[in-house]
C-alpha cells in the first residue's frame, strides 16, 4: 500500500506538492500514478499524475486544482493512498546533447524530473517554463538551478518574459540546432512546439487529456495519430509530436 508522506504544502497558486512512497517502485521520467481521490464512489474514477521528481520508491508529484479530485487530494492527510503505478511509457533518454526542454503551466511537472535526469548524462539543456503568471509558478529555483540556460515567459509579463513560450522558443530554434525537443503543456502549445521543431530534431511530447480506466481498457484517452488510434495511458503518454494528428485532438 501507497503512503502519503506529508500534508500537501501548497506551491503556487492552486498547486500543491504531495511525497507518496509506493513500496519497491522505480520511477522513470515521463511515467505518471494513478490515484483514487475519494474513498467512495465520487469521483468514481482514478486520476493521473506525472512524476514531477523521485528518489528511490518515493515520488514526488505536483497537483494543480481544478476540480473535486484535485480538491480531495489537496485536502488528504498523510497516511495510506490509493495508487496504481507508475505507468505509462517514458521520454528518451539522450547523453551529451543540447536539448531544448518546453513546459507550460503544471505540464512543467514531468519536465522536471526528466531534466534531473538528463543532466547525470552530460547534456546541455535549455529550459523554457511557461506559466500563465509569477504567482502560478512552482519551483523556479529549482529548475533554474538545473538547466544551463533557463527562460521564464508569463502570459501577463509578470515574471521572465510576456507573451508564450513558443515565441521564445521560435528564437532560441531558429538560433540553435537543438538535437531533441521534449514539451509538455497545453495542446496548442505542444502542436506549435512541433511545427517549430527543426525537421532534423527529434520532438517528444506528453499528452495530458482525459484518462478514464488509465489502464488501456476503457478507449478513453484516444489519440489519433498517423499510426492508428492509440491510448495515451498505455502507448503513451510520450509521443512523438510530429505523429499525432493534432487536428483531431479534442478540445
Ligand atoms: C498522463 C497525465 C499526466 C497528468 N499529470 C498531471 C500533473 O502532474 N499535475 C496535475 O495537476 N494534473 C495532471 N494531469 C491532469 C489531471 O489528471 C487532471 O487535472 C485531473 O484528473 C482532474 O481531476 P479533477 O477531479 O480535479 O477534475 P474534474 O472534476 O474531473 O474536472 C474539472 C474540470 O477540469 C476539466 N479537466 C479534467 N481533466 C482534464 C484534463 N486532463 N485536461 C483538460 N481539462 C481537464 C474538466 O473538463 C472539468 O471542466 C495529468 C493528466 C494526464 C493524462
Ligand atoms: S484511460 Fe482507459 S484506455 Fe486509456
Known amino acids: 500500500m ?7 504544502e501548497q506551491v503556487a497558486d492552486e498547486h500543491f506538492m504531495m511525497k507518496i512512497k509506493i513500496p519497491g517502485a522505480s520511477f522513470f521520467p515521463g511515467q505518471f500514478i494513478n490515484i483514487k481521490t475519494s474513498e467512495g464512489t465520487d469521483p468514481l474514477l482514478r486520476r493521473p499524475f506525472s512524476i514531477f521528481d523521485a528518489e528511490g520508491d518515493t515520488a514526488t508529484i505536483i497537483i494543480r486544482v481544478i476540480g473535486k479530485g484535485t480538491e480531495l487530494l489537496s485536502r488528504m492527510e498523510p497516511g495510506e493512498i490509493n495508487v496504481v ?16 526542454l518546453a ?3 503544471v505540464g512543467n511537472a514531468p519536465l522536471f524530473y526528466l531534466m534531473k535526469e538528463l543532466k547525470k548524462r552530460g547534456n546541455r ?5 511557461c506559466s500563465r503568471s509569477a504567482s502560478y509558478l512552482f519551483y523556479p529555483e529549482m529548475y533554474e538551478k538545473l538547466a544551463d540556460e533557463f527562460i521564464i515567459t508569463t502570459d501577463d509579463g509578470s515574471a521572465g518574459v510576456k507573451g508564450f513560450a513558443t515565441d521564445v522558443m521560435k528564437d532560441k530554434i531558429s538560433a540553435e540546432g537543438y538535437d531533441r ?8 502549445m505542444m502542436k506549435k512546439t512541433t511545427s517549430l521543431t527543426h525537421k532534423n530534431s527529434p520532438v517528444e511530447v506528453s499528452v495530458e487529456n482525459y484518462f478514464g480506466c488509465g489502464v488501456g481498457l476503457c478507449v478513453g484517452c484516444t489519440v489519433d495519430t498517423v499510426d492508428g488510434y492509440k491510448r ?4 503513451g503518454p510520450v509521443f512523438d509530436g510530429r505523429k499525432i494528428l493534432w487536428e483531431n485532438m479534442p478540445d
Open 2 to 8: 501507497a503512503i502519503l508522506l506529508n500534508s500537501p
Open 85 to 100: 503505478g507508475p505507468t505509462g511509457n517514458g521520454f528518451t533518454m539522450e547523453e551529451n546533447k543540447n536539448l531544448l
Open 103 to 105: 513546459g507550460g503551466g
Open 125 to 129: 539543456i535549455t529550459y523554457i517554463y
Open 181 to 188: 525537443v521534449y514539451c509538455c503543456g497545453p495542446d496548442p
Open 232 to 235: 495515451a495511458c498505455v502507448d
